[in-house]
């Protein structure tokens, strides 16, 4: 059982609850009294909708409390609580005692025990981000701080959370400041190796993967592939699951992307009249995500020390025929790659 950190729940900002969660092991953080009765739960998915459905971070946090939740006994038995949280698709269950009281945690990955996996785990993390000016000028991109952690360090902890201890990292734009802060992996409970490019002439996104093979002679186990830049806390462990009972040689982390047409959309048919006229519609289309799942096989097909994108190494796969699927990032999804972006990640927006 872990210790739970809690906020006040009726005087707390949006803000206020991020820091919890950040200061937390349980991507969330527990709505209290004065008198330290549960009220309910706060977790990284309900803030992020909460700053995407306009709040800012200064609004009081009560109105996105889940209220009720799931709880357990402090006699509770283990496979009781892991039939709770099967039962409600969760990975926390609090504790309560008999005053309703919060005095712990359970956490699913706790329970089952961390599962080391032999899955090597590439974040690509070269890039110069001259979008994020001025205040990339000093600082890489994925090292930009969001709730007080890098970015970088949310997305590797991410992974070494879900078992993924070998890590590659590809440097290349200001990259001695990410192999300062952190060094060999040992202090974050994982075994980095870096692979560093010139930033004047960069591989691209598929480019480094044509080094796995020499860093790692046994190289059998699909490869999880993302960018350094991201904050989200998709399901490593579904994921890599599906890619495996999918047979699929590539699985693409996807989303849902909408967007406004600016303008009256005339619909037509084949002899040119008008059938309909839709004023600003919203369209939505599939789009990948920045996260991938690649057989051991695919850095073989990777020429080395050219620019390759990882669209061309997805669309090699396609050409030849080979199966290709996609895995729905359904938890939350942010690409820090705009200044507007950084400010929706970062709760100023």
């Known amino acids: 059982m872990s210790l739970p950190i809690g906020f006040n729940a009726t005087s707390a900002s949006i803000q206020e609850a991020m820091v919890a969660i950040s200061k937390g092991t349980a991507n969330a953080a527990f709505a209290l009294t004065d008198d330290n009765i549960l009220v309910g739960i706060v977790t990284d998915g ?4 909460a700053l995407l459905e306009g709040a800012q971070m200064s609004d009081p946090v009560i109105p996105f409390i889940q209220r009720n939740p799931a709880v357990a006994s402090e006699t509770e038995s283990r496979s009781a609580v892991l039939d709770l949280m099967q039962a409600r698709a969760i990975s926390q269950v609090p504790v309560v005692n008999a005053a309703g009281q919060l005095v712990g945690v359970h956490l699913l990955r706790e329970l089952l025990g961390r599962v080391d996996r032999p899955n090597v785990g590439l974040i690509l993390a070269g890039g110069r981000g001259t979008r994020l000016q001025p205040v990339t000028d000093s600082l890489p991109k994925p090292m930009i701080p969001v709730a007080g952690t890098p970015i970088l360090e949310r997305v590797l902890n991410h992974l070494i959370g879900f078992g993924l201890n070998r890590i590659v ?5 200001l990259g001695q400041m990410i192999e300062d802060h952190f060094g060999d992996g040992s202090h974050f409970g994982c075994e980095i190796t870096y692979l560093k490019e010139d930033p004047n002439s960069p591989r691209g996104t598929g480019g480094p993967l044509a080094s796995l093979p020499s860093l790692f002679s046994e190289l059998r186990e699909p ?6 830049d991201l904050v989200t806390q998709f399901d490593v462990a579904a994921m890599l699951t599906h890619h495996e009972r999918s047979e699929s040689i590539a699985t693409i982390g996807a989303f849902n992307y909408s967007y406004e047409v600016p303008y009256g959309v005339l619909n037509t048919n084949d002899a040119g009249e008008i059938t309909a006229i839709l004023e600003k519609p919203v369209r939505q289309e599939l789009v990948s995500g920045g996260v991938y799942v690649l057989d051991a096989s695919i850095p073989q097909q990777v020429p080395d020390n050219a620019f390759f994108p990882m669209t061309q190494v997805l669309s090699d796969c396609i050409r030849r025929k080979e199966r290709v699927t996609v895995w729905p990032l359904d938890e939350g ?3 820090v790659g705009r200044p507007q972006d950084l400010a ?3 709760g100023v927006e």
């Open 333 to 335: 999804w942010v690409d």
């Open 344 to 346: 929706r990640a970062q």
């Open 223 to 228: 490869i999880l592939v993302m960018n350094g």
């Open 169 to 173: 990292l590809s440097v290349g734009y």
């Open 46 to 49: 309900d803030v992020r909708r």
